[in-house]
């Protein structure tokens, strides 16, 4: 017989430590009841735990200076936050700060036993999810300015998280890059990534592509197919355009962040999957929930950590590095021999506004290469298209 997990539940409410020890126990744990953080710190010189369960509001020391002491003094301990709804922002932060997760009261007991499982489940991993940063890197990623050292080091900082990620920016300034980084620099590198365009799919298929579906769960559903989250199991699923998701798909994705399990579409059993969730938006996604279109509880756990990507504009330190990349790159491919820059053609490109970011500078470079004669080495302003000769 496998031996009862641990849980430490801290809550200055006796009636709250009632509830949760008898519920505990009747799951087949061993729950610990503490009235206060300081008291919470003291049982744990003695004992060991599994998880510590604890309550925000409490008198002497909040939730969030027990959790911060708690990973400074027991790092290894997952640590889940129970929160009124109007703090979730301050839950969130407490996420960044190394909690597993936070959950909403008055909370279900089935959706906080979940809860509790998946974090034991993730002490348990824990000495194997280092990151991958030995391995091999697929994706160049080009930092010159400021801005973008600061970019590439927080990807750095959060890679080997399981936080959900929130990547904000204008449309064509290189958000997927980021999601790959995050997977390749993260403990799930050899396992699957898995990329979905939102905007590119009917709200009639989106839900069937996501989450799958068994034969006969629709006209024309002939067998079973498996969704994205499925085949992204241990790896990284990123949702791109995620502000584009119908309400009905919004409520689904929510459980699936909050239980980690869903049903494929006619399924009657639950499939647990264990995926790391990037999203990436270049709408406000606070204005959308301002317009009732997207749920602002849903913002909550997407943007447990936010990168915000800036325009090309805002960072012309990277324009020539990133050109001078993509003009090799498809001289390469194209059999061409442009490999400089001219003058000329700098000029028009710094002056140039780049409102399709850094994809319509590589279309540029491309277009630029392809359209060059074969013995051309140089790459002058006659080879860029008419806009930025006029913006010359």
Request: glycine content about 6%; aromatic content about 6%; proline content about 5%.
């Amino acid at each position: 017989m496998s031996e009862r997990k641990r849980i430490l539940v801290v809550d200055d409410e006796l009636n709250i430590r009632r509830i949760l020890e008898a519920a505990l126990e009747r799951h087949g744990w061993s729950p610990t009841v503490a009235a206060s953080g300081p008291e919470a710190l003291q049982t744990m010189i003695d004992q060991t735990f599994d998880c510590v369960l604890t309550d925000v509001t409490m008198p002497g020391m909040t939730g969030y200076q027990l959790q911060r002491q708690i990973a400074e003094q027991y790092p290894e301990t997952p640590v889940v936050i129970m929160t009124a709804f109007g703090t979730i922002p301050d839950a969130v932060k407490a996420i960044r700060d190394g909690a597993f997760e936070f959950v909403t009261k008055p909370f279900d007991l089935e959706v906080l036993k979940k809860i509790l499982e998946a974090a034991m489940d993730d002490k348990v991993g824990a000495k194997s999810k280092r990151p991958n940063k030995s391995g091999p890197k697929r994706t160049t990623f080009i930092a010159e300015s400021p801005a973008m050292r600061d970019v590439y080091d927080m990807i750095e900082q959060v890679a080997d998280s399981r936080a959900t990620v929130l990547v904000t920016g204008e449309s064509g300034t290189g958000k997927e890059v980021v999601a790959r980084l995050l997977h390749e620099l993260s403990p799930r590198a050899g396992e699957s990534y898995v990329a979905v365009s939102c905007a590119a799919l009917p709200d009639t298929l989106l839900e069937s592509e996501l989450f799958g579906y068994e034969k006969g769960a629709f006209t024309g559903a002939q067998g079973s197919k498996a969704g994205r989250f499925e085949l992204a199991d241990r790896g990284t699923l990123f949702l791109d355009e995620i502000g584009e998701i119908p309400l009905a798909t919004q409520v689904k994705l929510l459980r699936v962040l909050q239980e980690r399990e869903f049903e494929r579409l006619g399924a009657t059993k639950p499939m647990k999957v264990d995926v790391r969730l990037v999203t990436a938006t270049n709408k406000e996604l606070q204005g959308a929930v301002e317009e009732g279109t997207f749920r602002l509880d849903l913002l909550y756990r997407l943007q447990v950590v936010e990168i915000h990507i800036p325009p090309m504009r805002e960072r012309l330190e990277d324009l020539i590095p990133l050109a001078q990349y993509f003009l090799a790159k498809a001289s390469l491919e194209n059999g061409r021999s442009l490999k400089e820059i001219g003058r000329d053609a700098l000029d028009a490109m710094l002056g140039y506004g780049w409102p399709g970011n850094v994809r319509e500078l590589e279309n540029t470079m491309e277009r630029a290469v392809v359209l060059s004669k074969k013995d051309e080495e140089v790459l002058h302003l006659r080879h860029l298209p008419k806009s930025l000769q006029r913006a010359a």
